[in-house]
């Protein structure tokens, strides 16, 4: 998982990507930040039981003109496995129950809002990376900068987001192009085209593009 993002407002749990359980009754993975701007990872079984615990970073973001980046893996097979890094620092080592299994059966995935459609993202977001069933140790420097530059900005991820692992990712919003013709939102990955939702509120280009 990788994203970039930029945060212009506060006060409530913002999502930049989720995913609800097959029933769309609970969110079953989910990247968000918290009410106090800490980025959080959501990964939940079918029965809405966390398989990966404390996925929280210790460290709240400001809001304001910088953009952030965040980096995070896991294998559901190791218990020490799921990392986050934020801004290329590694903030968290959460716990994984070994032996259970994230659902992604759910019925759509959702960028910038949570799976009922809200709240909304307040802010910019870039190059979305969700590739469940891929897995990159980011303890290896040189994985991380598959994904960020040694300067903090983004890497090109190819055309359908796959030359960090050979495979294409599920979801992927990455440089180029328009995204939104229309309803239809472009993802470059392989899990198919969102829909702007009337939620959403509008989308439009960034006022500003990530980096330092």
């Known amino acids: 998982m990788s ?31 918290s009410t ?32 952030h980046h965040i980096l995070a893996t896991w294998d559901l097979n190791t218990i020490n496995s799921a990392v986050m890094y934020v801004d290329d620092v590694l903030k968290v080592t959460a716990v994984v ?8 059966t759910g019925p759509n995935h959702y960028v910038g809002a949570l799976y009922n459609g809200t ?27 598959k994904f960020i530059s040694s300067r903090l900005t983004p890497v090109y991820l190819g055309p359908d987001g796959s030359l960090p692992t050979g495979t294409a990712p ?21 899990g198919g085209n969102f829909v702007a939702t009337a939620d959403v509120g509008g989308i439009a280009n960034g006022s500003s593009t990530p980096g330092p």
């Open 97 to 104: 129950t070994a032996g259970q299994t994230v659902d992604w």
């Open 3 to 33: 994203a970039w993002f930029r945060i212009d407002g506060d006060g409530t749990n913002r999502y930049i990507w989720s995913t609800p359980n097959a029933g769309a009754t609970l969110s079953c993975a989910a990247l968000f930040l």
């Open 119 to 145: 709240p909304t993202w307040d802010g910019c977001l870039a190059e979305i990376y969700i590739a469940p069933g891929q897995y990159l140790d980011f303890s290896q420097t040189a994985n991380r900068r």
């Open 170 to 190: 599920l979801v992927h919003f990455g440089f180029g192009g328009s995204y939104v013709n229309g309803a239809t939102v472009t993802n470059k990955g392989s």
């Open 36 to 67: 106090l701007n800490r980025p959080i990872i959501l990964l939940r079984n079918s029965a809405g039981t966390d398989v990966v615990t404390a996925f929280v970073s210790p460290t709240a973001l400001s809001v304001g003109a910088a953009w």
